[in-house]
């Protein structure tokens, strides 16, 4: 039973690009989360999603991100038009959904630099 | 708003003791409380999870208390290895199927 897959692993963006973040989820989990870490900083709650639907969003900076989990396929978190201050470590969660024992699963992160 | 605090923020000790790493929340009302640790430039590995109905949480030679009420957890190393070093984070989720909210860490060093 493979676990939470996130690619890339790293991601080298110029200011100004798009990044695209994948996360796959494990195997019969339905709720995704998305986490940023930033340099010398701790987790960061960012957007809290279940099939097609976002549930939470309220970590999310309004501007430049987006995030999505669709019917078929990965949740994808998207950061348009990319600054220095985004480079971070981004991690993806996920989890069996609302059952009394609702672990988070983690995945082994993207690390995005913006040159 | 739900506030996470880790004390200290770093630990050195030598092979063999026993550690003891501290969390506090602000707000008691928690569905539960997760201990995880990450390794440099790596994930996180989950340790453990106590729902909030639950005193403790046993795996090993590690053991996570609650005491909801007084908002805080502590995590229990035994006989720690210098394969214990790495950073310890508690997290809690307010609500099933909810977001959790990180401690800064407690960034461990066991000395051979």
């Known amino acids: 039973n493979a676990g939470v897959m996130q690619n890339p692993r790293h991601l080298v963006r110029r200011r100004g690009q798009e990044a695209r973040l994948r996360c796959s989820p494990m195997?019969?989990?339905?709720?995704v989360y998305w986490y940023r870490q930033l340099p010398e900083e701790g987790l960061k709650f960012m957007v809290y999603?279940?099939?097609?639907?976002?549930?939470?969003e309220s970590g999310m900076p309004k501007e430049r991100f987006s995030a999505e989990f669709p019917k078929e396929g990965p949740s994808i978190l998207r950061i348009q038009q990319v600054v220095r201050g985004d480079s971070a470590a981004y991690f993806c969660?996920?989890?069996?959904?609302?059952?009394?024992?609702?672990?988070?699963?983690f995945g082994p992160g993207t690390r995005l630099t913006v040159l | 708003k739900q506030e996470v605090t880790q004390i200290p923020a770093a630990l050195s000790v030598p092979e063999g003791e026993n550690l003891v790493l501290n969390c506090s929340f602000t707000?008691?009302?928690?569905?539960?409380l997760q201990w995880f640790r990450q390794d440099p430039g790596k994930g996180l590995t989950s340790l453990l999870l106590?729902?909030?109905?639950?005193r403790e949480q046993t795996s090993g030679r590690l053991n996570a208390s609650l005491d909801k009420s007084s908002g805080r957890s502590t995590l229990y190393i035994a006989a720690s290895q210098p394969g214990d070093s790495a950073t310890y984070l508690c997290?809690?989720?307010?609500?099933?199927?909810?977001?959790?909210?990180f401690g800064g860490g407690t960034r461990v060093l066991v000395k051979p």
């Open positions: 969660a996920s989890s069996p959904g609302l059952a009394v024992y609702n672990e988070q699963f």
């Open positions: 195997k019969g989990h339905s709720h």
């Open positions: 999603l279940q099939k097609e639907n976002i549930i939470d």
């Open positions: 707000d008691s009302a928690i569905y539960n």
């Open positions: 106590i729902q909030s109905s639950q």
């Open positions: 997290a809690v989720e307010k609500a099933a199927g909810n977001k959790l909210t």
